[in-house]
Each structure stands twice: as structure tokens, then as C-alpha cells.
């Protein structure tokens, strides 16, 4: 009976679909991608490792793992205002990962592929004892000198979230029936979060500074902060919560400690950016057709980040994910 598991050769010749036929891959025939330049544009590059039981669950629906991996990665992408085209994949397989495993996962990355529009251009296939090991490096073009960095927040911005806050720990949780009432949205959102491209033309146009919110909201608006040399202030009741988070949230006995639970979560991909103050208000207008967006604190003269609950300054037990 024939190995179960394809050789290196096999998968990625199996993989070879996923180029769409973007002629950068060389069919995946080379050893490298060529992109060639653009002219008057600037290329953005991100990347994403997940390790199995740590980024997502173990058992987890081939698919699904796929689509996560993808997804966060894009979700740089988005946050800093550029329009993906491709990726590189590594992959460290397990021996468990047979040929209808990996086609499965193949089927994930094919979808997402054809929704974002993002092309296979190469990367690396070795095994592993385990466990799996996953690297997505994610590529887009940006308008020369117009990507959104961290680092460009003034004192007296606002900062504004779009995005619900909370929902992926929430839905960690969820998913390991730690957490109950109206649960499967919350589960799906972790699962499969959602790259905010369509604010890209309103985080160009307005936005002087953003990132993703991967680590938790208070850890990545910290990050802004510290890249622009400020301080900034987030009021946790402003915090923009799906339905669920709320329903959670109504019944835990310590409200602004669940609001830091929230707050600190991580994985909820949303897109935090610092607004000139006289923009804000349109600019949540705007955005708040695209997705739950609201303003949440300023950015101050000074260092560090300050939570605070009803205008009272509170001490979550931590501000994001650390590896």
C-alpha cells in the first residue's frame, strides 16, 4: 500500500493551484518567488507563525486551521492600508498529516486565496515530531509613502477601534465549552477572523498611525503609543462589544476586571489607529458602516498605557498575549 504521506515534491506540486496563475510563483517550479517592481508604489511585507495547541486548537478542522493562519497574517496587511497579492507558506508537518489532511487544509488556503485575492508564490515543506508548525508571509502593495505605520500618532489623536473587542478570547473560550450562553458566533469569530480590507481607502485618508489588534487591545494600542513616543488612555466602557461579549460581560461579578479580561485578550484582529481629534467623529461615522467601531481614549504627551473604567483608573491583570 502506497505512504499516506506525500513527499515534499508531491505536496507542493499538489499546492500549484493555489498560484491562481500568478506568473510571480514560477508554478512553484523555482526556488524562490520573483516579484518584479511597481512603480510608485511600496511593497509590504508581514508574516505569521501559529503552532498547534498554542494559535489554535489541536483537532482543529484542517480548513479552518488554514483560513486562521492566512487570515491573520492579511490582517496586517490591512492594517497598514495595502492591497494583498500573495504569500509564502512553510509548513512543519507532523507524521499524523496524511494525504487527505493536507488536502483539506490545501482546500482552506484555496478559498481564502480566491476570496482576498492573494496568490501561492512559494515557501518551505519539512516534518516534524510535532507539533504543527505553520508560517504564512503575506505580501501587498501600498501608494508610495502611504502605509499606515505605528509610529505616526500626535498628541491629543483619538484613538479609535474598529472592530468588536473581546471576542477572541471570548470565543477561545468558547470553543473549548469553558464559557456558555450564545456562544457559536463568538467560537466562529475566533475560528475565523476577519481582515478589515474594506477600510482601506478611510484608514489612507484618515488615519495618521494603526495596527492590528492580535496581541489585545491595550498591548497593541501600547505598541502605537511607544512607536510614536506618547502616552494614550483607554476608557474600557467606550470598548465596542459584539452582542455576545456583552452577554458575558453582564453576567461576570467584577465588571472592570472582565472589561480588562476583554481588553486584554488578544486575537480579535481588529484595527486600532490614532485620528486627529477634529476627523474623529466623521471618521467613525464612516468606518462604523464597515464594522463596530468606537473611540475609546487619546494619545498624551508621556509614556505608557493607562485603563481606566468610568473615568477611574483600574489595573487589568494584564495588558496582551506574551509567547
Given at each position: ?26 508554478a512553484l517550479k523555482d526556488d524562490a518567488a520573483v516579484v518584479p517592481a ?101 505580501y501587498g502593495w501600498v501608494p508610495a509613502g502611504t502605509a499606515v505605520l ?174
Amino acid at each position: 500500500m502506497k505512504d499516506q504521506h506525500p513527499d515534499e515534491f508531491e505536496w507542493i506540486a499538489s499546492l500549484e493551484p493555489l498560484t491562481r496563475g500568478d506568473p510571480r510563483a514560477l508554478a512553484l517550479k523555482d526556488d524562490a518567488a520573483v516579484v518584479p517592481a511597481r512603480p510608485d508604489f511600496d511593497l509590504v511585507v508581514s508574516t505569521d507563525a501559529m503552532v498547534e495547541g498554542v494559535h489554535f486548537l489541536a483537532g482543529e478542522e484542517p480548513g479552518l486551521i488554514a483560513q486562521r493562519l492566512l487570515r491573520a497574517a492579511l490582517s496586517d496587511l490591512a492594517a497598514k492600508a495595502a492591497e494583498p497579492f500573495g504569500f509564502l507558506l512553510t509548513t512543519a508537518w507532523p507524521p499524523d498529516r496524511d494525504r487527505r489532511w493536507r488536502a483539506a487544509f490545501a482546500a482552506g488556503l484555496a478559498a481564502d486565496g480566491e476570496r482576498f485575492g492573494v496568490a501561492l508564490l512559494g515557501g518551505d515543506t519539512v516534518s516534524t515530531p510535532g507539533p504543527l508548525t505553520l508560517d504564512a508571509a503575506v505580501y501587498g502593495w501600498v501608494p508610495a509613502g502611504t502605509a499606515v505605520l505605528r509610529s505616526g500618532a500626535r498628541a491629543g489623536d483619538r484613538l479609535i477601534v474598529c472592530g468588536a473587542i473581546g471576542d477572541g478570547v471570548l470565543g477561545l473560550r468558547a470553543a473549548r465549552g469553558e464559557i456558555t450562553g450564545p456562544t457559536e458566533e463568538l467560537a466562529k469569530r475566533y475560528r475565523l477572523p476577519e481582515p478589515l480590507f474594506l477600510l482601506t481607502p478611510l484608514l489612507r485618508e484618515k488615519a495618521r498611525a494603526a495596527a492590528d489588534v492580535s496581541d489585545g487591545l491595550l498591548a497593541d494600542a501600547a505598541h502605537i503609543a511607544e512607536a510614536s513616543g506618547l502616552a494614550v488612555t483607554i476608557e474600557l466602557e467606550a470598548l465596542p462589544l459584539s452582542e455576545g461579549a456583552r452577554c458575558w460581560l453582564e453576567d461576570q461579578p467584577d465588571r472592570a476586571a472582565a472589561l480588562g479580561d476583554l481588553a486584554g485578550g488578544g486575537d480579535d484582529y481588529a484595527i486600532a489607529c490614532a485620528v486627529d481629534p477634529a476627523e474623529a467623529d466623521a471618521f467613525v461615522r464612516a468606518a462604523s458602516k464597515v464594522v463596530r467601531t468606537a473611540e475609546v481614549g487619546v494619545f498624551e504627551a508621556g509614556a505608557g498605557v493607562c485603563a481606566t473604567v468610568s473615568g477611574a483608573a483600574v489595573s487589568p491583570e494584564r495588558l496582551g498575549w506574551r509567547n
